[in-house]
T-cell receptor, first 112, second 115 residues
Framework: SQKIEQNSEALNIQEGKTATLTCNYTNYSPAYLQWYRQDPGRGPVFLLLIRENEKEKRKERLKVTFDTTLKQSLFHITASQPADSATYLCALDTRSNYQLIWGAGTKLIIKP | DTGVSQDPRHKITKRGQNVTFRCDPISEHNRLYWYRQTLGQGPEFLTYFQNEAQLEKSRLLSNRFSAERPKGSFSTLEIQRTEQGDSAMYLC?????????????FGEGSRLTVL
């Protein structure tokens, strides 16, 4: 069956450290993979997109990697801050229809 | 504010009542999506419009749900004969014509509680 998995447990990270979140998928061939941030009671906000032929993408303190062999994307936040605390969602775009396929998200808590 | 707006933000209703949500997308975006999200889960696709045409609808969507986008601008999502299982956050998103990023811009959502 087709599945997307993100760490279901909350991730607690000390301020200033690098937070690494994982998105694993099976039985999909995504053309693109997107990462979103969602704060409680708010809609998701787009952060980064990485294409299937890209290994890595960076934006300020954010870095995303994409390994289509392992069927995995890693999302890194360097020099983490308490304001980075939120739920982070990954979403696959197979370009075969109009839907994004979403993971359940990982809650990240940055402790001061 | 030129982002996606949704109304109402919160709706409490009794089981069996009908509810309607409205979404105003970013004005130059011709693509509009409705998603449903429950606590601890990712957004679940409901339906997609390109301009006024409803091009895709989730098979999970019962016939109690209907969505419209007259004139290709705002959209409404109606739920008839609400059930407690309909309690969720209903998210609207819009995007530009298929670009390289496919980035979605979400509204703040409409939270529905069915008693």
């Amino acid at each position: 069956s087709q599945k997307i998995e993100q760490n279901s447990e909350a991730l607690n990270i000390q301020e200033g450290k690098t937070a690494t979140l994982t998105c694993n998928y099976t039985n999909y061939s995504p053309a693109y993979l997107q990462w979103y941030r969602q704060d409680p009671g708010r809609g998701p906000v787009f952060l980064l997109l990485i294409r299937e032929n890209e290994k890595e993408k960076r934006k300020e303190r954010l870095k995303v990697t994409f390994d289509t062999t392992l069927k995995q994307s890693l999302f890194h936040i360097t020099a983490s801050q308490p304001a980075d605390s939120a739920t982070y969602l990954c979403a696959l775009d197979t370009r075969s229809n109009y839907q994004l396929i979403w993971g359940a998200g990982t809650k990240l808590i940055i402790k001061p | 504010d030129t982002g996606v707006s949704q109304d109402p933000r919160h709706k409490i209703t009794k089981r069996g009542q009908n509810v309607t949500f409205r979404c105003d997308p970013i004005s130059e975006h011709n693509r509009l999506y409705w998603y449903r999200q429950t606590l601890g889960q990712g957004p679940e696709f409901l339906t997609y419009f390109q301009n006024e045409a409803q091009l895709e609808k989730s098979r999970l969507l019962s016939n109690r749900f209907s969505a419209e986008r007259p004139k290709g601008s705002f959209s409404t999502l109606e739920i008839q004969r609400t059930e407690q299982g309909d309690s969720a956050m209903y998210l609207c998103a819009s995007s530009q014509p298929r670009t390289d990023t496919g980035e979605l811009f979400f509204g703040e959502g409409s939270r529905l509680t069915v008693l």
